[in-house]
Every structure is written in C-alpha cells, then in structure tokens.
C-alpha cells in the first residue's frame, strides 16, 4: 500500500495538503520494517490546487493520503484519483505512518485558517 504525506520541508506533516509541494512517500508492504519515504517533490503545476487533471501526476498510485488538513475538494479529487484522505493532528511524518500501520488511532486535526479560506475558495472552482 502506498502512502503519501503532505510535509513542510519532509519535517512536519503539512497543514494544507492542496497547496503542499513537499511529499513523502511509503510503499508498505505487510510483515516488513517501516519503509523509508521517497522525497517527491511537485512543481507548481503539479500542487493539487493548480493541477489540471490533464495527464499521470507523480503521486498517482497512492492509496492514503494522511494530512494535517485538506478541504472537500481536496477530498474529493484524491478520490477519483482513487486514494482516501486520513486527516490528523500528528506533526511527525513517520509517526503517524508507524501509528496507522500499528493500527493505533491518531490525534485528531488541529485548527487551521486555511482550510475555512478554501471552503470558501471551493465554492466557485472546478472540484
């Protein structure tokens, strides 16, 4: 299963996962160790939020996306992408990977401005 999360400098999990540039991601496999992420990073273009939908994206083939935060059209746009969106309040990348992996339950998301500026955003754009 592939798992991508959205970060700020591959350090932090990223708050707004439409606008992220910085992604890591896991291909995990059962019964193995925790993988080691692969640094994908996206131009412009490719940021979900400018995407056009008009080609492959790098991240396809994810399966989960795990988020600080992400808006309904984010949500809806990974889904026909065929990847579910996981939001969370976890800053380590690596620990919420391990968390979710362990089946343990991750906290839940904090507050960001954002993500209220881009339901207001997303009323009048394409998703």
Not at 78 to 102: F, H, N, S, W, Y
Request: proline content about 7%; hydrophobic content about 40%.
């Amino acid at each position: 299963m592939k798992i991508a999360i959205p970060t700020q400098d591959y350090v932090r999990v990223a708050g707004h996962a439409g606008q992220a540039r910085h992604w890591l991601v896991f291909d995990c496999q059962p019964g193995l160790p925790l993988p080691a992420g692969e640094r994908v990073e996206l131009t412009k273009e490719q940021v979900f939020h400018h995407f056009q939908d008009d080609g492959p994206h790098p991240l396809d083939g994810v399966e989960l996306v795990v988020a600080g935060s992400a808006g309904d059209g984010f949500v809806r746009h990974l889904a026909k992408r065929g990847a579910q969106v996981l939001l969370t309040g976890e800053l380590d990348p690596c620990l919420a990977l391990a968390k979710i992996l362990g089946g343990e339950a991750l906290p839940d998301p904090r507050f960001d401005v954002t993500t209220t500026l881009c339901k207001l955003r997303e009323l009048f754009s394409r998703h």
